[in-house]
């Protein structure tokens, strides 16, 4: 019986299989980042929303300031969109160069409108909201 030598086999396998795992792990990692971000620019938007319901400009600061990312933190916008209403809002729309030229690219919307139910006595006028 002639046995065959099979000593670098493993190491071979290894170098095939170890740049799809790598890409495997980044991937993860950028998708998870990117969630976390979306998930930061929806509490943003919801947070200043109900900040600025409250009428009070130190509330609304504050609330901006529970966004982790200062980039996000700025695009907020909220404020009173019509009688008992207030209307939040962010826009994200960028491209940054990384490494060996790839193009990074983020982009997300969102808005909530809220009324204000509890500043005004019962619900709104069958007509709609004044």
Same mark, same amino acid.
């Given at each position: 019986?002639?046995?065959?030598?099979?000593?670098?086999?493993?190491?071979?396998?290894?170098?095939?299989?170890?740049?799809?795992?790598?890409?495997?792990?980044?991937?993860?990692?950028?998708?998870?980042?990117?969630?976390?971000?979306?998930?930061?620019?929806?509490?943003?938007?919801?947070?200043?929303?109900?900040?600025?319901?409250?009428?009070?400009?130190?509330?609304?600061?504050?609330?901006? /300031?529970?966004?982790?990312?200062?980039?996000?933190?700025?695009? =907020?916008?909220?404020? #009173?969109? +019509? %009688?008992?209403?207030? @209307?939040?809002?962010?826009?994200? /729309?960028?491209?940054?160069?990384?490494?060996?030229?790839?193009? =990074?690219?983020?982009? #997300?919307? +969102? %808005?909530?409108?809220? @009324?204000?139910?509890?500043?005004?006595?019962?619900?709104?006028?069958?007509?709609?909201?004044?």
């Amino acid at each position: 019986m002639v046995r065959v030598r099979e000593k670098g086999q493993t190491l071979a396998e290894f170098a095939l299989i170890i740049p799809i795992l790598i890409l495997l792990v980044f991937g993860m990692f950028f998708a998870a980042f990117y969630a976390f971000r979306a998930a930061s620019a929806d509490w943003g938007v919801f947070i200043t929303g109900v900040a600025s319901g409250a009428y009070t400009q130190p509330a609304t600061g504050q609330a901006r /300031e529970s966004v982790l990312w200062p980039d996000l933190r700025d695009r =907020l916008d909220a404020g #009173q969109s +019509g %009688a008992r209403q207030v @209307r939040s809002q962010i826009v994200v /729309e960028d491209s940054r160069t990384w490494l060996f030229g790839i193009q =990074l690219v983020e982009a #997300q919307r +969102g %808005a909530s409108t809220f @009324r204000l139910w509890r500043f005004y006595p019962g619900p709104p006028p069958p007509g709609g909201i004044e």
